[in-house]
C-alpha cells in the first residue's frame, strides 16, 4: 500500500520560503506524476504543479512563478518550494500521486496534508 | 485557459434521495473529468474518472455521466455517510478542480 507523507515547518513568515517535502513509502516514486494540491482554509482544491520521476516538472501558471518541485529517487521524495509567500499562501498543502494509465489520468494516493500558516 | 464551473455550490437531501452535481467546462475537454469526495478533515478520494468510470470499491449509488462541456455526478439513495464535499476535477489540460459542492443532510 503505497503512503505519502507531507513533513515541514507549519509557520513561515511573509516573504519568506515555504519548503515541504512529501516522503513516498510502500511503493517506488519511478514511473509516476506526483503532485502538490492545496487547500486554503474553508476553500477549495488548488494543483499547484507536478514533477515526473525524472525531473520534468509543470505548474498552474497563477503559481508558476513562486513555485519549484523536484524528486529526490534515491530518498523516494519529492519536494516543494513556494516563493515570497503571503497570507493568501496559508492553506492545507496536499502530495498525491497522479495515476496515468489505460486512458485515466487521476489522484489516486494522497497524503494526510500539513497545514502551513503565513504569519508573522 | 479552461474554465470549470461546478453548481451548485451547496445541496441539502433528505436520506434516499437522488442528487445530482453538474460540471460545465469552458471548452471540450472529451471525458477527460474525475469526480472527488472529501470528508472534513481528509483528503479527497476519487469515485469516478474519465467521467463515467466508478473507482475500484466505491458503491454503485454514484455515478458520472457526460462528455465535451457538460458533465453530472449522481448519487442514487443518498446515504448519511455521503456528508462531504464534491469536486470535479478536469485534466485535459493541467489539472483544474471545480468550485466543490457542499452535501447536507435534511
Known amino acids: 500500500q503505497v503512503q505519502l507523507q507531507e513533513s515541514g515547518p507549519g509557520l513561515v513568515r511573509p516573504s519568506e520560503t515555504l519548503s515541504l517535502t512529501c516522503t513516498v513509502s510502500?511503493?517506488?516514486?519511478?514511473?509516476?506524476?506526483w503532485s502538490w494540491i492545496r487547500q486554503p482554509p474553508g476553500k477549495g482544491l488548488e494543483w499547484i504543479g507536478y514533477?515526473?520521476?525524472?525531473?520534468?516538472?509543470d505548474y498552474s501558471p497563477s503559481l508558476k512563478s513562486r513555485a519549484t518541485i523536484s524528486v529526490d529517487r534515491p530518498k523516494n521524495q519529492f519536494s516543494l518550494k513556494l516563493s515570497s509567500v503571503t497570507a493568501a499562501d496559508t492553506a492545507v498543502y496536499y502530495c498525491?500521486?497522479?495515476?496515468?494509465?489505460?486512458?485515466?489520468?487521476?489522484?489516486?494516493?494522497w497524503g494526510q496534508g500539513i497545514l502551513v500558516t503565513v504569519s508573522s | 485557459d479552461i474554465q470549470m464551473t461546478q453548481s451548485p455550490s451547496s445541496l441539502s437531501a433528505s436520506v434516499g434521495d437522488t442528487v445530482s452535481i453538474t460540471c460545465q467546462a469552458s471548452q471540450d475537454i472529451a471525458n477527460f473529468l474525475n469526480w472527488y469526495q472529501q470528508k472534513p478533515g481528509k483528503a479527497p478520494k476519487v469515485l469516478i474518472k474519465a467521467a463515467s468510470h466508478l473507482e475500484e470499491g466505491v458503491p454503485s449509488r454514484f455515478s458520472g455521466s457526460g462528455s465535451g462541456t457538460d458533465f453530472t455526478f449522481t448519487i442514487s439513495s443518498l446515504q448519511p455517510e455521503d456528508i462531504a464535499t464534491y469536486y470535479c476535477?478536469?485534466?485535459?489540460?493541467?489539472?483544474?478542480f471545480g468550485q466543490g459542492t457542499r452535501l447536507e443532510i435534511k
Open positions: 498525491a500521486r497522479d495515476l496515468t494509465k489505460g486512458g485515466f489520468d487521476y489522484f489516486d494516493y
Open positions: 510502500g511503493g517506488s516514486i519511478s514511473s509516476y506524476y
Open positions: 476535477q478536469q485534466y485535459d489540460n493541467l489539472p483544474l
Open positions: 514533477v515526473y520521476y525524472s525531473g520534468t516538472t
